[in-house]
């Protein structure tokens, strides 16, 4: 297992941008793919990005194709999750998740950061 801490989440207005960050520690980070979910009042949590152990390959709920970007950064033990143009469906506790390359599913997961846009 490994632990993830999220932060920069806050309060923005429509058309806005805000940069989320996860620390992850306890296990090589490079072992692991990375992962970004939302979860809004009343709704599921729903899939947002991924990126693959080495970087090379990402994935985007098609809500946020084009607004949003995953990254990281092996040598920090960070992953990233920059948001442009932001809505106000945007708005949701935003969550970062970690699986061991060869597993389907994530397994691991922070405590969640919240995202509010205002319009």
């Known amino acids: 297992q490994v632990q993830l801490v999220e932060s920069g989440g806050g309060l923005v207005q429509a058309g806005g941008s805000l940069r989320l960050s996860c620390v992850v520690s306890?296990?090589?980070?490079?072992?692991?793919?990375m992962g970004w979910f939302r979860q809004a009042p009343g709704k599921e949590r729903e899939f947002v990005a991924e990126?693959?152990?080495?970087?090379?390959?990402?994935y985007y709920a098609d809500s946020v194709k084009g607004r949003f970007t995953i990254s990281r950064d092996n040598a920090k033990n960070i992953v990233y999750l920059q948001m442009n143009t932001l809505k106000p469906e945007d708005t949701a506790v935003y969550y970062c998740?970690?699986?061991?390359?060869?597993?389907?599913?994530?397994?691991?997961w922070g405590q969640g950061t919240q995202v509010t846009v205002s319009a």
């Open positions: 998740a970690a699986k061991f390359r060869t597993n389907l599913n994530f397994n691991s």
């Open positions: 306890g296990r090589p980070f490079s072992y692991y793919n």
């Open positions: 990126i693959a152990w080495f970087g090379d390959r990402t």
